[in-house]
């Protein structure tokens, strides 16, 4: 499912396989701080957490932040659902993330496709906040976790 980040910074699109894989990724970057809206109509947002998030998760999914955090880190699969949601965080309009995923998909060369990242963010960031850029070290050190 398709999230637009609520945050005080430049707008940010992610997607993220259910609710409570969007609502860690969202919790984890923003430090409770941000939230997210579904792009999808009547789909579950993900609120702030500055109060803290486990009222919330135990709500939704019955279990504290930390056991939903460690429940998903320990299974591979999920796992991988975590980090894909971190590193499909791209800056942009719904529009820019369709050109962008248009233009990226279609560069074969890894340094190219770098590049083109590079050149995208460093376009379209008008914050000092790198959401983006967080969020992609995050997916990439996610993928690395040992169970």
């Known amino acids: 499912m398709l999230y637009e980040l609520i945050n005080p910074s430049d ?18 970057i923003g430090q409770g701080q941000y939230g997210a809206t579904p792009v999808e109509e009547g789909a579950t947002e993900v609120p702030l957490f500055l109060l803290g998030a486990d009222k919330w998760f135990k709500q939704q999914f019955k279990v504290s932040f930390e056991e939903s955090f ?22 942009g309009s719904l529009s820019d993330r ?15 496709k770098e590049a083109f990242h590079k050149k995208w963010v460093k376009t379209k960031t008008s914050s000092l906040n790198g959401i983006g850029e967080y969020a992609r070290e995050l997916g990439k050190k996610t993928r690395l976790l040992k169970k």
């Open 11 to 28: 707008q940010y699109y992610f997607e993220a396989k259910d609710l409570e894989i969007a609502a860690l990724c969202v919790a984890v």
């Open 70 to 91: 460690d429940r998903v880190l320990k299974n591979e699969v999920r796992k991988n659902e975590l980090a894909d949601a971190f590193e499909s965080m791209i800056i």
């Open 98 to 112: 369709e050109l962008y995923f248009d233009t990226i998909n279609n560069i074969e060369d890894t340094k190219k």
